[in-house]
């Protein structure tokens, strides 16, 4: 926004909704037109059972747990974002892309991408 510039847009990446306090409901209206893309991706809320959802050992390592998972296999609320999608008119727009973007999932990548693909479309026509 401080750029002011029609080159500069928002990518909205679902797995990354904790990590943005979960407020796709309130910042997604705000983006308008300059939400450009809604990468589709599940993920764990890590704030969950007191902050201490990823077990690692000993308790306490300063490490970081990045997952992009299969939707439906997280703690993403899909039918929150996208009726939050449908309703900012992002779903109705002709430029909008909607990517799937799981990682780690190597053996299983020609079934995720087709479960993700009719999850999402499924989700489109749900919420358009």
Same mark, same amino acid.
């Given at each position: !926004?401080?750029?002011?510039?029609?080159?500069? *847009?928002?990518?909205?990446?679902?797995?990354?909704?904790?990590?943005?306090?979960?407020?796709?409901?309130?910042? @997604?209206?705000?983006?308008?037109?300059?939400?450009?893309?809604?990468?589709?991706?599940?993920?764990?809320?890590?704030?969950?059972?007191?902050?201490?959802?990823? @077990?690692?050992?000993?308790?306490?390592?300063?490490? !970081?747990?990045?997952?992009?998972?299969? @939707?439906?296999?997280?703690?993403?609320?899909?039918?929150?974002?996208?009726?939050?999608?449908?309703?900012? *008119?992002?779903?109705? !727009?002709?430029?909008?892309?909607?990517?799937?973007?799981?990682? *780690?999932?190597?053996?299983?990548?020609?079934?995720?991408? !087709?479960?993700?693909?009719?999850? @999402?479309?499924?989700?489109?026509?749900?919420?358009?």
């Amino acid at each position: !926004r401080g750029l002011n510039s029609d080159a500069v *847009g928002f990518v909205y990446v679902a797995s990354h909704t904790f990590h943005m306090g979960d407020r796709a409901e309130s910042l @997604i209206p705000q983006l308008g037109d300059r939400l450009a893309a809604v990468y589709a991706a599940d993920t764990f809320d890590h704030n969950r059972s007191h902050g201490l959802r990823y @077990i690692t050992n000993p308790p306490g390592n300063a490490v !970081r747990v990045h997952q992009h998972l299969a @939707i439906g296999d997280g703690d993403v609320d899909w039918d929150q974002l996208f009726a939050v999608l449908g309703e900012s *008119g992002f779903l109705a !727009r002709e430029d909008a892309i909607l990517c799937s973007n799981v990682f *780690g999932e190597d053996e299983r990548a020609d079934e995720v991408s !087709r479960s993700q693909l009719a999850r @999402i479309t499924d989700l489109v026509a749900k919420h358009s």
